[in-house]
């Protein structure tokens, strides 16, 4: 990396949860002396050091090579979680738009690719103990979104093989939250209209208790700065990033005040395949599977490798969540906007 006027990095998705937090982190960052964020759309929203370019990685005519030249990293974080109904769509933004990412990289000879994977790309594993980064990424093949991660999984291996001299890094975190991206998340899985209020704890005097509920949670800053973190070394290869304890139907029921009801998984499933199927509600019951399948992370070689903790439990995390969803929190971009349903 240049050391005179410190290193140049482009973050994809940059007005998103995860991407709000890279750019403001990276632009606080003295050894990174600018940043440029691609989007679909501008924000209003104006970090130090760092530019804004409007760009859909959709288009089949988009060419990111002017954008990546110079550059001494890219992080690659876009993602389209919608339409689940048309998977096409998400296809042609996630896997043909990230692989006009990495050959662009290649063809602008930039050092570094930091790729956002994801505990998604994993193949079904335990819930009793964690696996390390070797565990098998083929995804839940049902699920769109475990099924775009893990082919770019095999598109990052084919990339790597053809391109030895970029240093690939892939980040697997687990589920993503943070106060502002509240109302962002409320739109993606429940929907525009899913009152945020709902959070409430008087308002859920029981709590669904699903066989295989039990996931890992991690701030969105926490995420982030592992991302900074790779964009400043020199490892490379795959990393989990997760916060502690799992989350299960006991946590969740005491951080509501709720009390877990034990409910069979096919008829969660028939409720979540019925809401659905009417256009109701946003998540697929093919990522309800997926997520009842997800292994738990080990994440020993980020923290050895990387000297990455997070600083937030997965209890402080899903609090400061649930106080955003209640208030209807947001940021300035058009991704996270705030709003308030109810």
Known sequence: MSTSTGSRIVVTGATGNVGTSVVRLLSEDPEVGSVRGLAR???????????WLAVDLSSEGTDLTEEF????????????????????????????GS???????????????????SVGAYSPGPKEHAVDESWPTHGWPDAA?????????????????????????????????????ASEQRRIFGGRFLPGQLARPDLLPFLPDIPGLRVQALHTDDAAKAYALAVRSDVRGAFNLAGEPPVDAELLGELLGARPVRLPRTAARSAIAAAWGLHLLPASPHLFDAVLRLPLMDCTRARTELGWHPEHTATEVLEEFL????????????????RKVG
């Open 41 to 51: 759309r501008i924000p209003d929203w104006s970090p130090a050091k760092t530019e």
């Open 69 to 96: 030249a110079g550059a001494d990293a890219v992080v690659h974080l876009a993602w389209a979680f919608q339409p689940t109904h048309d998977p096409a769509v998400t296809w042609r933004t996630n896997v043909l």
């Open 99 to 117: 692989i006009r990412v990495f050959e662009a990289v290649a063809a602008a000879k930039v050092p570094t690719l930091v790729h956002a994977s």
């Open 145 to 181: 979104y475990c099924r775009e991660k893990a082919y770019l999984e095999r598109a990052l291996d084919t990339f790597e093989r053809d391109h030895p001299g970029v240093r690939v890094v892939r980040m697997r975190p687990a589920f993503l939250f943070k106060r502002e991206s």
């Open 323 to 338: 106080h955003g969803m209640q208030q209807g929190a947001g940021a300035r971009t058009e991704p996270m906007k705030g």
